[in-house]
């Protein structure tokens, strides 16, 4: 029997998700099919039953969605839980099971994929977005020596960083307040790159980190990769690795099995250009 999954998002056609699934299903030799669906603002819940109902097995939420799938869940694994919002789902009996993949496939890219430990060392991550709340608790596992939100309204950064304060070192500044800092790892999870758009940062934040990391993948080298080229010797990298290592996570909970993302990587990996 054919497993039928699905990605859920608005817009969501741009989405890469079936082909990352559909070879992963290749490597473990499992039969599903996985589509897009583009659920109407106001009208997920309904399109979300509708495709439980028809049994599909699970699939991933995208933006806007991950806190409407989180509330019309049953059941909330430990990081869909601490984040308060999920990018993976599955449906088990009555159950409607959430996970939050986002930020542990994170990890992994810079970890295993770019040999970058992140244990002590001065993290800085731009934005307060829901990508961002998916990322805080396991990069505050990995015990850094500092972890610092930064954004433009600062409220919002301030709120995370007290939701998070618990699990480790956080604090909240303003993108005014970053002149003069440097950090070992500069994160950009704002949507800046999706615009072109470049950030106005003060140059001290690249002087010694080791690392620059767009979350934005596919778009070559963004405004905030050319800056930090420009005022570092840091290696770049997009989110082509955190989305395939993301999709694994959620791979080996649906299926119990962790597929190798070196392939995906490939497939997917724009040249920083």
């Known amino acids: 029997m054919t497993d039928r999954l699905a990605i859920f998002g608005n817009p969501v056609q741009h989405s890469k998700s079936p082909q990352i699934y559909h070879r992963f299903a290749e490597q473990a030799g499992i039969d599903l099919t996985y589509e897009r669906i583009e659920a109407p603002l106001d009208g997920f819940h309904e399109a979300f039953m509708a495709f439980r109902a028809s049994g599909a097995r699970g699939g991933n939420i995208t933006a806007p969605f991950k806190l409407d799938a989180y509330a019309a869940s049953t059941k909330r694994m430990r990081e869909a839980e601490i984040a308060g919002a999920c990018n993976t789902y599955k449906f088990v009996g009555d159950d409607i099971l959430v996970q939050n993949t986002d930020g ?16 002590g060392k001065r993290i800085l991550i731009l ?7 998916g990322c805080l608790a396991p990069f505050l596992d990995q015990k850094p020596g500092t972890l610092t939100i930064a954004n433009r309204t600062l409220s919002r950064a301030d709120d995370l960083a007290a ?7 956080i604090e909240a500044v303003g993108l005014d307040g970053l002149d003069g800092r440097r950090f070992d790892v500069v994160l950009n999870a704002t949507s800046a790159a999706l615009s072109g758009q470049s950030l106005a940062l003060p140059a001290s934040i690249f ?14 080298k963004t405004p905030f990769l050319k800056s930090a080229e420009a005022n570092s010797s840091a290696r770049l ?34 040249p920083l250009v």
């Open 104 to 119: 542990i496939g994170l990890v992994n890219d810079i970890q295993q994929n770019l040999n970058v430990p992140l244990e």
């Open 127 to 133: 934005g307060a977005g829901g990508a961002v709340r």
């Open 163 to 169: 939701r998070f304060a618990g699990f480790g070192k």
């Open 207 to 220: 002087r010694e980190a080791v690392l620059a990391y767009d979350l934005n993948y596919g778009k070559g």
């Open 237 to 270: 990298a997009d989110g082509v690795g955190m989305l395939a290592e993301q999709a694994v996570e959620a791979f080996a909970w649906w299926y119990g099995t962790r597929p190798d993302s070196r392939a995906v990587i490939e497939m997917l990996t724009v």
